[in-house]
């Protein structure tokens, strides 16, 4: 079944990459809310709500990818699948995608087990600060990686 933006790509194809155009920009606003606003509380609970949506969008984008979407199929069209060039976009957004989902959770664990509640300034600040822009840089890379895979394999003609 075909998605909903005219594309070549399927419906949860076209879900994820219109999610990652609200991921983003709520990630970002949700660092802002401790670093200009000290919302901490507030902070922990996007990052745990996003956190878990994120979590059910990617198990259901592989559940797809795996068993029901033949992608290749999909981006056969594409003037840059036979030259090799969407299967490396899809390595480079790979690269992203593994290591953000590997940080993102480390990072949400240790905020979990390390930082009191309700949440604010401690011992485990500084790391958290440190490796939660590493994740939050990590996203961005991922969202523009995937991007760019789905103009090469579903849009480019």
């Known amino acids: 079944m075909n998605g909903f933006l005219g594309t070549r790509a399927s419906i949860m194809l076209d879900v994820v990459f219109l999610a990652m155009f609200a991921v983003v920009p709520i990630l970002f606003w949700s660092i802002s809310l401790v670093r200009r606003g000290r919302n901490y509380q507030l902070h922990k609970q996007v990052q745990v709500t ?41 390595v480079v957004h790979l690269c992203f995608a593994v290591t953000t989902a590997v940080v993102w959770t480390w990072v949400v664990v240790r905020a979990l087990r390390n930082i ?3 949440p604010g300034p401690c011992a485990h600040s500084a790391w958290h600060k440190r490796w939660g822009w590493i994740a939050a840089l990590d996203m961005l890379g991922t969202s523009i990686t995937g991007w760019v895979f789905y103009y090469l394999a579903f849009i480019a003609k």
């Open 116 to 118: 009191p509640s309700p």
């Open 50 to 90: 996003l956190s878990l949506v994120l979590l059910i969008a990617v198990t259901a984008f592989e559940v797809d990818m795996r068993f029901f979407t033949d992608w290749r199929a999909r981006a056969a069209a594409s003037p840059y699948y036979g030259s090799g060039v969407v299967i490396k976009s899809l």
